[in-house]
């Protein structure tokens, strides 16, 4: 209950730290009877992983994922399912110097005072590594929500620090190290080029999408599936702005054009993003996160030792220069953890959903 | 476990709805020793009390509560606080015809497909009517907490539909219905005029802040305080977007920007918005909400029964054009609730707190 | 999450005190569509009732039921039922001379040294009173159990103070005040009238059965279906011992007795009391509580006050010589209440339940 | 949410199957700054560990755990604490031919219809070599409470099968190999190789005590510390009864006998066990319960297999001929999670424990 736990009936219970000999998670609740490889999560793993492109942390992991429990001949058992990630590369040398020091813009501060002790390797248990276990764990989730509903996910790039990113086709996501829906990415090489060299870095917008999804996911009045996703989101490393739907424009719409009519054919627009009233609508479900920029960064910087005195702070180790880069397989991960999560909560409540369309269909 | 309840320790379970005979909460957690009366209640929940003035619903209710239990000789116990408030100015006819028709923009819809069955008088448990019980709730946490570590709330209106309003200073915004931080609402009023002439609806943005709040309040890898925070906003009605501190205006800023230096006099700035990792600095929590513009409105609207058919549905009844205009105080209760329920998380693990401002202090 | 709900989908959360002025709880979870009036609670709350015989407390009270949320028209709708008792028939006068005593047996002394504060006037929260919510709930569950999978509960008496009680027939237990399975009950009102002559008090043992359980109920490792039973039945007041099945004459058994054989007709005993690693078999539940002799006697007791003086104390005011008597309605409402939760717990892992017999069927 | 997290604010989440890779568990809430290492947590794992004498299982392993993660340095940090314990020495041929049979009074008739899947392999999931991992996370609570407050903990064999052990002293109990309080054990040696060569087995009952308890943990009116310990004792393996303090001796008792008298000097006496209104007294914690005999016996027995046919059983591999030999220190165990997340549940409502002895000393 310290808070690394995820999930009400699809829990997630995330441990480790960035540099400690392993990270990994424990999922509680999955259904018995599906097939689960290693194979199955480990794709979603490489989607993660660092050291892909020069864009990204140079740290070189495999991230290969064992399965310790709650599988057997190949199929989940009802029990809890284990996942293991060894740390290979770690260089913890790195970060001797920041022991006694508060990184602007990290978590060191914080933890420092709360907990009065923190391990600094690597940013400990506040890193980014973190969020593997969590792909992992999403990848699980997806599986599920594919055979049972053919729900699917799917994350892109929409701005990248001060440059939007128009939206070309979702097939050219794969293919470019920024997730991006375009098939140049020149522009952005080049200025992620530049950022490096400057010692700095910059944000991302991500949009991340479900298509698929059952109507009926979400339990007002408190845990809304809005709710729950906004939590999601904001809760992982960076992220500093959650939006659903029209989000912020919704401001400035009018109640004439922002509330999205119904036909026979179905709802006539999406401005919603595929939640009314906190339950899913059977629409596709419509997120935006902003992340603020890589906190960690060449660039000098005026801070504090934990003493109190002023200390000048330039961040070595191998990071990214935009962590946004490789948010959107988290962000999928995330939101299909979010609507596992619900469809369990649903079927308990109001029995087994027997349709991923509603007998009204949802259009757009 | 149907998300009625919020929170973990600090818990507050909602019943009711909107033309039902009564509404209310039981909060559990509550430590006990506490001074609490109805009075220390009822002053916030007459600050969102509808009927005070021509720009929000008519309908008039004294919203009156009543403390049924976890109070004794007007302190509390440590057990469940109980609080009751009586609906009295229902007029359920006004829903008559919609019992068989989704309104474009409301739960209908999804309460329908989800449930099978939906109470429609007055939204049912969709209504924001059913926030009137977390305000008087979010009273309780304010009070512990300002007698505790003198913290404070407020919160006020950034946007009114398409206009922005400017800054001027949190002493105006007890002194217009808008919760403008401004002088001279003459503006808003127009606006609000036109709107409501035209039978349309806009939506409104609220910022919301702490001050005097403890550091180290925040349970990560999940639970993190603005995680926690943005499902709180996400969850109330009407929300499509959240920010925390520069929001999605981190994006485009830089690194040597955005994260915020500290100096032996404290941070030089608040992009964070007092939230690092998930914990919090000790500076002001700074929260940004996008509520979209109001589903029930006058002007007719496409849309379709629980049989298929197209109908065409013009909302009547007594409804806010601007249902962000009675936001602010909401907010404010749902910041204090997530605030006091780390609270107690935070002393359950780490021991109490001993101080609301750290050894380093935290300038802005 | 200060102990005051129960279950974990299907929740009760308990609020008030012996003396204030109401009692009641809130049921969030409720599978919609069930039809429900307080009729079908009143039932239940008048067989726990006080004042129906000389051997209870004379305390009167209607314990009328009011439902104030989640029901429509006779339906629940999936959303929080709240229920509200009136305190009518307080008397606190009576308890104004145990305001700075510790009563022997009672919870006096725990209560002031936990919370430092406490509400005297009838036992405050650990009143016995506060089992009148958990019966009000627990017929909600009952009656969806019963229309789901046909299970019935019953609970009888089978020992008062140092005289057991034989098994007859379940057909006695309703037609006499204790609860008994015999005919005759003359030795038992004797036994009674003696003790109260003498300002005495004395423990019962109680047997309480369900019937027509579905197998496959029960979350191991931890949520086995019988260690929330015990968790249940030792929370109830007083309660200081439960068995499930055989119980402690297990220790005694050899494994070729306890280990219950099965046949192509079903199991051909039941020591396992209807439950096996944590999960239900689908035979009769099976589970016996030893109820501890009322603390509140007329007899004087040594004790002492809040500052450690000598004190003796005889306990005035209305109260149960043997407070097991009403116990059987409450420990059905207990024993309803966990299976309820674990049948939701289990559709929403498993999917739905489709039969409450398994295909090998369970004899005894 | 599958039931596999024992606790609310010190949770244990545990993994695994007898004969997987391996087995542990994630401690999550462990307070920050409490020196640890795999010692401190061996110690009780190898007091559990099988094949230490001939009256237990034959399976050998060393049982050694890793600690993954939450400490740095040789002291936790507030982060989760994931302990792994490999699996070395599974047979997993002894149990080919069970895959398809189940054994009475074992877990696989109700985990093959819960699940419609089940790992056979010595037991899977429900195998008792599962309450390794809770062993080590009741070390480390035990650590906390002793460093803390001084608890400690003890438990000792009281009977076995029909043979009364009577008690000499606490000191005899870490000297023989049933953990009994006796110096001579010869007549249990006897007894229980008798009853190895009758292929057959017997149950046990274990008194589980702890001293040096703070007086108020416990939260009434569900969670109260009786409740949770019920459910932590009748959720281990094979137990069919929980007694606290007086047990269903209470029955008997008159009320002038059970109330434990107070007198400037402390209680009179422990019929309560330590527990008031589901609040600890600050006297010993008294427990006892009873252990079924095992289930995996060498005698034949009648049973079906999963196609309802019958089929005679009799059950090979290494196996207890008591489970109840080995209980003490799961029991113990058990009980210090209990107190341990009690004790953090206390300090979240209520504010630091400051005297683990209460003003008013507990005698006895």
């Known amino acids: 209950m310290s808070g690394n736990t995820f999930g009400t009936l699809f829990t997630v219970t995330n441990f480790g730290e960035s540099h400690g000999p392993a990270i990994g998670c424990v999922i509680d609740g999955c259904p018995p009877g599906m097939a689960l490889s290693e194979a199955d999560i480990q794709l979603d793993l490489d989607r993660r992983r660092p050291g892909t492109s020069r864009h990204v942390t140079q740290r070189n992991e495999p991230d290969a994922v064992e399965i310790l429990s709650g599988v057997y001949e190949g199929y989940t058992t009802g029990t809890p399912i284990a996942l293991l990630i060894r740390n290979t590369d770690q260089r913890s040398k790195d970060y001797g110097d920041i022991l006694q020091t508060f990184r602007p813009g990290h978590a ?8 009065g002790i923190r391990d600094p390797r690597g940013g400990g248990r506040s890193s980014a590594r973190l969020t593997a276990p969590t792909v992992a764990a999403g990848a699980v ?11 699917q996910f799917r994350a892109c790039m929409t701005q990248l620090g001060e ?4 939206f070309e086709s979702w097939e050219h996501v794969p293919h470019n190290p920024f997730f991006a829906p375009v098939a140049n ?3 952005y090489e080049s200025y992620m080029d530049a ?12 949009r991340v999408q479900a298509q698929g999804v059952p109507v ?36 400035a719409q009018r109640g004439t054009v922002h ?34 920029p890589t906190s960690s960064i060449l660039s000098p910087r005026d801070s504090i030792d934990i003493h109190g005195k002023p200390v000048e702070v330039s961040t070595k180790g ?30 308990a409540q109001c029995g087994d959903v027997v349709q991923a369309v509603p007998p009204i269909p949802a259009a757009i």
């Open 108 to 115: 060191d501060y914080t933890y420092w005072y709360k907990y």
């Open 141 to 151: 989730a997806k599986k599920w929500l594919a055979e049972k509903f053919g729900t």
């Open 163 to 166: 440059l939007p990113i128009p």
């Open 185 to 187: 990415v020149a522009a």
């Open 195 to 206: 950022l490096r060299k400057a010692g700095d870095s910059c944000g991302a917008r991500i």
């Open 216 to 251: 009926g996911l979400g339990e007002p009045l408190f845990d809304k599936l809005d709710a729950d996703i906004a939590y999601a989101m904001m809760g992982l490393n960076a992220v500093k702005g959650v939006e659903i739907g029209a989000g912020f424009a919704s401001v």
């Open 259 to 292: 509330g999205d009519s119904l036909t026979p054919e179905g709802f006539a627009s999406n401005h919603s993003g595929g939640i009314l009233g906190g339950i899913s609508t059977g629409q596709d479900i419509e997120v935006s996160i902003a992340i603020k």
């Open 318 to 347: 191998r990071h990214d220069p935009c962590v946004g880069i490789r948010a959107a397989p988290i962000a999928e991960a995330l939101l299909a953890l979010v609507l596992m999560d619900h469809a369990l909560r649903h079927r």
